[in-house]
T-cell receptor, first 114, second 115 residues
């Protein structure tokens, strides 16, 4: 079937604006993860969902970042009052469940804050 | 801080040669060690993974060697091809023992395979 999809593929926004990034996991995958990839920090974990709940939000860098998942499928990562240091590629991954360790990544959303 | 240290940062190999990338970890709770391959503009793709109850896993030209006592693992790419030119990331998680599936990544190795 289809892989993980993310939208938009690219987003340019002005400092101070809010942005929403969307992830559509592989059908049937109940676990969903958000990561951020930046030149300075490499690939870092942000948050993961099992179903609609988020047992681990430890990687969210500040309270400007939030995420939700509805219907056990699509997830949205929201960044409020964007800053230039938020510029990065935001990656989403999914797995069959928490007992399944293999994670499959989407193509990412490249966010540029000007 | 849970860390995974990866080396080298970049690697140039001749076509047909062996590419070797090394990783070391600190957290003994890690129980799952995947390698991801990433091409420019794409998301990381799961390449091969190993669990600490085995010392080696081979899939085609790709082999992971695992040394539990040294807390090190490595990726070997045999008969390297220009199409293998990409960035490779090692990672670790403690998902198998209920410690959470979040992946901790190494810093990446840019591999270039020359003709």
């Amino acid at each position: 079937g289809a892989g993980v999809s993310q939208s938009p593929s690219n987003k340019v926004t002005e400092k101070g604006k809010d942005v929403e990034l969307r992830c559509d996991p592989i059908s049937g995958h109940t676990a969903l993860y958000w990561y951020r990839q930046s030149l300075g920090q490499g690939l870092e974990f942000l948050i993961y969902f099992q179903g609609n709940s988020a047992p681990d939000k430890s990687g969210l860098p500040s309270d400007r970042f939030s995420a939700e998942r509805t219907g056990g499928s699509v997830s949205t990562l929201t960044i409020q009052r964007t800053q230039q240091e938020d510029s990065a590629v935001y990656l989403c991954a999914s797995s069959l469940g928490l007992s399944a360790v293999e994670q499959y990544f989407g193509p990412g959303t490249r966010l540029t804050v000007t | 801080q849970q860390q995974v240290k990866q080396s080298p940062q970049s690697l140039i190999v001749q076509k047909g040669g062996i590419s070797i990338i090394n990783c070391a970890y600190e957290n003994t709770a890690f129980d799952y060690f995947p390698w991801y391959q990433q091409f420019p503009g794409k998301g990381p793709a799961l390449l091969i993974a190993i669990r600490p109850d085995v010392s080696e896993k081979k899939e085609g030209r790709f082999t992971i060697s695992f040394n539990k006592s040294a807390k090190q693992f490595s990726l070997h790419i045999m008969d390297s091809q220009p199409g293998d030119s990409a960035t490779y990331f090692c990672a670790a998680s403690s998902g198998l023992t209920g410690g959470g599936n979040k992946l901790t990544f190494g810093t990446g190795t840019q591999l270039k395979v020359e003709l």
